[in-house]
């Protein structure tokens, strides 16, 4: 068996968003047993100038999307960001997972070389090689969401730990 | 060029640290400018049960020298968590840099199977393949560390961006 871009993202993504989901479930909890309103949560940052739980977890959910996509050669799906409570952030994580279930290995494998142009607003079209848009680009900046997401919950008070973030 | 257990370890670790490290200058920066003693933002939290950014630092450090070292079947070496300054973070960065980058893709490149050893004192052994320990364990708590370092850092106002984190 030999290291494949298949199961570098797909189970990577996955695993990562039901747990980013199961978080998402304690804050939930969290906010019912303090009578905070549903869209608080959603709404908080760790500083005025970062972005909010909300747009972290969108953000996260596309970058999966988007790499295993691109990495397959296929369009990248539209999501609205309209989502302004947990229940529609977890609605959110869920479509994202059901979508990057869909991919197999067979779709996935031998991306390695294949060119990936990632477009962006500020800086034009970003150019990659698939394992570089992988390794250097989805897979970190997917990271950095996901846990910023844990980390605002959890400054928040909610009671979740690395556990929750590593489980699975 | 396929996928390889090197190329998903060793410039992972050293990009992410270099970066971290450059983080933690303009951490540095915001604490000279506001005349912030040298021992305050390492000792900075998100919330009280949390660790502090220095822990924070030590820990991502350890999962990249144990990962490799691991990978490579080698011995891992001890470092010491007695950090207190940012100065003192960045020297322990550099060492775990300069670990990590002794290491050659024949070293680290067929250990997909190679089985793993971590020892925990909560929870005893826990036993990996070797693409099971870097995918599942390594990597994700090493993000997890060097984000949430970040965060600390940037919920106190350090002028940083994510741009710092995704560099080279």
């Known amino acids: 068996m030999t290291l494949s871009m298949y199961q570098s993202s797909v189970p990577v993504f996955v695993r990562l968003l039901k747990n980013l989901s199961a978080i998402l479930d304690k804050g939930r909890a969290h906010a ?3 009578k905070i309103a549903a869209d608080v949560l959603p709404a908080s940052r760790l500083i005025a100038d970062m972005f909010p739980l909300s ?3 969108q953000i996260a959910c ?10 397959a050669g296929v369009d990248v799906p539209k999501h609205e960001d309209d989502e302004q409570t947990i229940e529609e952030l977890q609605a959110r994580i869920a479509k994202t997972i059901s979508f990057v279930e869909t991919f197999t290995a067979a ?7 294949r060119d990936i142009v990632y477009p962006t607003s500020s800086r034009g079209d970003l150019k990659f090689k698939g394992v570089d848009y992988l390794l250097g680009f989805a897979l970190p900046n997917f990271y950095f969401h996901v846990v910023t997401a844990y980390d ?3 400054a928040n008070g909610v009671d979740i730990g690395k556990r929750d973030f590593l489980a699975g």
Do not use: F, T
């Open 32 to 34: 019912e047993a303090h």
């Open 55 to 57: 747009r972290q977890v």
């Open 62 to 71: 596309d970058h999966a999307k988007g790499a295993v996509a691109r990495l």
């Open 107 to 113: 779709q996935i494998d031998g991306s390695e070389e």
């Open 152 to 154: 605002i919950l959890r």
